[in-house]
């Protein structure tokens, strides 16, 4: 999502360095037209920093680590924080930046790799109006949608785990549906038809349930994210003494899945764990099946 958000605002004729570990991914981006640098510490001359990265400890890591870019910012620049992190995280970093004379926006962001690209992600966002106008010309370039969800940092990452929650029920669900069809002997072409014009369907059905049909299980979000994010969930829960027992099993599907070796794999992979313990036949990806 990152490289997608940052050719989307290069696009739009704003002027972008990335970063990226990957040099391979620095060079596809000089490619495209922008700027790269193999450091966080190289953007000290950015004013708007965008962090997409995995997790709190990237983030922490690309501002505040040995490369980190946060002490060579100019006061007055703007951090925008994409990453799914607990809200408490969010919180603390706001703090920690403020202090620094730096602006957070805490902004994670939803629609996968493809609405980055296209400049139509949903952005949950929280921070100052002076961060919110700030960061005007960016969100124009990269959001469809730009929900301005409060003044402070954690509210726009309170609000992206209300929608993990629910994207990673919903991931597990489609799973254990498909797998309970398959294990009945239904077609799981005709399931997946009858289920996408009926009351049971869900966005993630109608989404991830293809990648099982054509058997591919090519990353676009893999099943480690929805680890990391219903841990979090989970953490969340614990620190207000609020139950989440369904997120909790979602966790547990996510988790076997990793732990069966498939926490690269794209998080509809998560049927895998149903096929292992039951023995269904999954369909299979044409070069497979031509192999076979």
Request: glycine residues 10%.
């Amino acid at each position: 999502m990152g490289m997608g958000t940052a050719t989307a605002l290069l696009q739009q004729g704003l002027a972008v360095t990335g970063c990226d570990i990957s040099a391979e991914a620095r060079q596809a981006f000089v490619a495209a037209g922008g700027k790269s640098v193999a450091t966080p510490a190289e953007l000290a001359h950015c004013h708007i920093l965008l962090v997409v990265v995995v997790n709190g400890a990237q983030v922490d890591e690309v501002l505040f680590g040995v490369q980190g870019v946060a002490g060579q910012l100019a006061p007055g620049s703007l951090i925008m924080q994409c990453a799914t992190v607990a809200p408490s995280h969010a919180k603390q970093l706001g703090d920690r930046l403020t202090a620094e004379g730096l602006m957070l926006l805490d902004a994670p962001i939803s629609g996968g790799a493809a609405k980055a690209k296209s400049g139509e992600l949903s952005v949950m966002a929280s921070g100052t109006p002076e961060a919110f106008s700030y960061a005007q010309p960016v969100l124009d370039a990269m959001a469809a949608k730009v929900y301005r969800l409060g003044d402070v940092p954690g509210v726009g990452s309170s609000m992206k785990l209300v929608n993990q929650l629910l994207a990673g029920v919903h991931i597990a669900t489609a799973a254990e549906a498909m797998a309970l069809g398959i294990r009945m002997g239904l077609d799981p072409e005709v399931i997946y038809e009858v289920i996408t014009h009926s009351a049971g369907n869900s966005w993630m059905f109608e989404n991830r349930v293809p990648h099982i049909l054509s058997g591919d299980y090519t990353p676009l979000s893999a099943v480690d994210i929805f680890v990391k994010d219903l841990n979090i969930v989970h953490q969340t829960g614990r620190e207000l003494a609020l139950a989440t027992p369904v997120a909790s099993s979602a966790l547990q599907q996510f988790t076997a899945a990793s732990g069966a070796g498939l926490g690269r794999e794209d998080d509809s992979a998560v049927i895998k764990v149903y096929q292992r313990l039951s023995g269904i036949t999954l369909p299979e990806a044409a070069n497979d099946a031509e192999g076979a």
